[in-house]
């Protein structure tokens, strides 16, 4: 095991290396540096899995010592070595980044050698926790490049399915009796929701590695508000939910990526109108608050979800019982995905719900994606 001990005192050199030499377990190697300069350039040239620091050294002294040697340890343990009366000194060592203090009294021959392996068990430890972090990193990495892989490979056959289907549709392949136009029409809408679901979930193994790109774009939230209440109340044309858009045209401009910024409005806006299946009013509002974010509302009248659930439904594939028991249809999909595009934007989401009563969700974007015309 390298140790560097920084120490300028031989007798306490000397007493270190006899108090190792009488383990016979281990095989140190001890590398002494008189001064903190010293200590930096040995800290430079190798890798040691301990450094034993003496606090008063004759180019420095104190926790100013701590600070220079923990600058250069990278992330080497570092032992605080103290004389008597330095106990204080030794804790402020601890907030300074040394893992461990030893007082240099006749306590010091017993615990020093617990100390150095301590030390040694502590980076260990440390070690397998990195490893086992890098290795999640990497599986992650690795689902999401399979699932891209996988979901283009569904789509190529999907885009036959849904352009066929069409064409077909549209009486380009001979006249279609009722049934059959019946049965296409429905093979059709089932290959497009299977394609955006296909797109739901490549999204979220793209935030969930890191790898979701948000372009750049000027975008008005008010068109893409009343873009979205039209396609929602012809998507919905069945739903009894009146849906009410109130939003000034003075707003400022929000920089962003207007087809995710379509998407988590028309996401939020889709729930609201599913899960109101009693009917009742959505109001749509957007307002600055008084930090300058862009805040955007979206208010139902519908089942709500009961308060223990709000944290679970970000989470993919969670739904309520309220909404199951409803037997409303749905994936769980939708607000995980919507978080994740709110968040790649810099903004966050909050849900505040009643049950029976209703829900408000609010999307905020940071003011520093806001451009005053
Ligand atoms: N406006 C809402 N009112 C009541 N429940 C909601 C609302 N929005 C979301 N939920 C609940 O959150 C769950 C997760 O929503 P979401 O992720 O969009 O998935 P999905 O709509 O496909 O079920 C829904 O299943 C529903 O239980
Ligand atoms: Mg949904």
């Known amino acids: 095991m390298d140790i560097l001990l920084v120490e300028d005192s031989r007798t306490s050199v000397l007493m270190v290396q006899s108090l190792l030499d009488e383990d016979p377990t281990e095989n140190y190697r001890l590398t002494v540096a008189g001064t903190v300069s010293e200590a930096r350039e040995c800290l430079g040239n190798h890798e040691y899995e301990l450094i034993l620091l003496d606090l008063t050294l004759p180019d420095s002294s104190g926790l100013s010592t701590v600070d220079s040697i923990f600058e250069v340890a990278k992330g080497t343990g570092i032992v605080v070595l103290t004389s008597t009366s330095d106990e204080k000194i030794g804790l402020a060592a601890l907030q300074h980044g040394a893992q461990d203090f030893l007082i240099k009294d006749e306590t010091y021959r017993k615990v020093l050698l617990r100390a150095v392996k301590y030390a040694r068990q502590r980076a260990i430890s440390e070690r397998e926790v990195r490893e086992a972090r890098e290795l999640a990193e990497f599986a992650t990495k690795s689902k999401s490049s399979f699932i891209a892989n996988l979901s283009h490979e569904l789509r190529t056959p999907l885009n036959a399915v849904i352009g ?98 379509r998407q988590i409005i028309t996401n939020i806006v889709t729930n609201a109108v599913k899960y109101s299946p009693d009917g009742g009013d959505v109001n749509i509002g957007v307002r600055l608050s008084d930090g300058g974010e862009m805040l955007v509302e979206i208010k139902d009248q519908g089942i709500g979800i009961p308060k223990d659930d709000i944290t679970k439904i970000l989470m993919p594939f969670e739904r309520t019982q309220v909404s199951k028991d409803r037997q409303i249809e749905g994936t769980g999909l939708g607000l995980p995905l919507t978080k994740g595009l709110v968040e790649a934007h810099g903004g966050a989401i909050n849900i505040e719900s009643d049950v029976g009563v209703g829900t408000v969700v609010t999307v905020s974007f940071p003011a520093s994606r806001l451009i005053s015309l």
């Not at 929602?232 to 207007?258: C, F």
Request: proline fraction near 2%.
């Open 164 to 261: 066929f289907s069409e064409l077909m549709l549209n009486d380009l392949a001979g006249e279609l009796q009722a049934k059959q136009r019946e049965y296409i029409d429905d093979i059709h809408k089932s290959g497009q929701y299977l394609h955006g679901l296909i797109g739901t979930v490549l999204d979220l193994s793209k935030i969930e590695a890191d790898r979701l790109e948000v372009s750049e774009d000027f975008i008005s939230i008010a068109d893409v508000i009343d873009e979205v209440v039209e396609r929602t109340g012809v998507a919905y044309t069945d739903a009894e939910v009146k849906l009410i858009a109130n939003v000034q045209t003075s707003l400022p401009v929000l920089k962003g990526d207007p087809t995710k910024v």
